[in-house]
């Protein structure tokens, strides 16, 4: 299994608290994103980053935060959660080498419940 | 743009029969594609993956898929079905340029003993 943790497994914090979420990944891969899964959505890509301090917005990025200073550490942040951020957050990681090694691997996620 | 659509929200086969799981795919470019498998409570795990060699792709646990560019599909099968294949099944593209995958909606296979 490639070498991804996610930080909490599992947190519920109240409306308007900040909140972040940690990946780390042992791999050295370039790539990191960060999703949410809810049902009926699939995986809906949140931010990701393509280098230490390069990151861009994915498709629901409003109301979330990314940082990435070290290779290894993607962090997540909400800014003041909200009922609709109740979600399961996945991280994944890819080198993006077309010509060896393209795919994601993703993290064992992080269930979140806004109360 | 790229776009992913996984035809059918839910599938259910008897245990030993075939399985299909359809997906169609809308990119602009050459797209790599995939398809992942995501266990009741676990994380996301790789079935299997085309980019751009052989049209019929082999993954794990007796898996396979094939790439059709002129049907823009990526259908996923399997011969027999087997009861530790129910989960959720997500079909998902890459285009060559981009540093984006785009996923489906997701496809829950039940398998009835």
């Known amino acids: 299994d490639a070498g991804i943790t996610q930080s909490p497994r599992h947190k519920v914090t109240e409306t308007g608290t900040p909140v972040t979420l940690r990946c780390h990944q042992t791999?050295?891969?370039?790539?990191m994103y960060w999703y949410r899964q809810d049902p009926g959505h699939g995986l809906r890509l949140i931010h990701y980053?393509?280098?230490?301090?390069?990151?861009d917005k994915g498709e629901v990025s409003d109301g979330y935060s990314v940082s990435r200073s070290k290779t290894e550490d993607f962090l997540l942040t909400l800014e003041s959660a909200t009922s609709s951020q109740t979600s399961v957050y996945f991280c994944?990681?890819?080198?993006?080498?077309?010509?060896?090694?393209?795919?994601?691997?993703f993290g064992p996620g992080t269930r979140l419940t806004v109360t | 743009a790229q776009s992913v659509t996984q035809l059918d929200s839910h599938v259910s086969v008897s245990e030993g029969t075939p399985v299909l799981l359809r997906c169609n795919y809308s990119?602009?470019?050459?797209?790599?594609l995939f398809w992942y498998v995501q266990h009741p409570n676990k994380g996301l795990q790789l079935l299997l993956k085309?980019?751009?060699?052989?049209?019929l792709v082999k993954g794990i646990n007796g898996f396979e898929a094939e790439f059709k560019k002129s049907e823009t599909s990526f259908h996923l099968t399997k011969p027999s079905a087997h009861m530790s294949d129910a989960a959720e099944y997500f079909c998902?593209?890459?285009?060559?340029?981009?540093?984006?995958?785009?996923f489906g909606t997701g496809t829950s296979l039940t398998v009835i003993p």
């Open positions: 990119s602009s470019y050459s797209p790599s």
């Open positions: 998902v593209v890459s285009p060559i340029t981009g540093n984006q995958f785009y």
């Open positions: 085309y980019t751009s060699a052989a049209t």
């Open positions: 994944a990681i890819s080198p993006r080498d077309r010509g060896i090694d393209y795919e994601q691997y």
């Open positions: 980053s393509y280098g230490v301090k390069d990151t």
């Open positions: 791999e050295n891969h370039r790539y």
